[in-house]
């Protein structure tokens, strides 16, 4: 998939007269064309096993029981999410909380 540049030209449509009923639509080239300096959000990266921990991986990261880590999570103390029955950590947010502490 090509990466696509922060930046991008539009080039607007232009109407041609023709001796035709119809009239016919070009595109203007892009230097007849202004540019679109507004800069766009950084793409997001998706996240992959690597980022995503389990309540057990945590545990051996902070050297605490797997029960502390579900209490932790329970009272908002350490960011988590919700899957169902299951609770995902993000290793970042895991990493910055023992960075904090």
Known sequence: MPQRTPYTAVAPLTKIPTTAKKTQVRRV????AQLDLTPRPPARRRLTREDVMTAAEVAVVLALPKSTVYELA??????????GRTV????????????GS
């Not at 080239?29 to 007849?32: F, I, Q, S």
């Not at 329970?74 to 899957?83: K, S």
């Not at 950590?89 to 023992?98: I, S």
């Open 29 to 32: 080239e892009a230097d007849d």
């Open 74 to 83: 329970r009272r908002g103390e350490l960011p988590c999410a919700r899957l």
């Open 88 to 99: 995902r950590f993000l290793r970042d947010d895991v990493e910055a909380r023992l960075r």
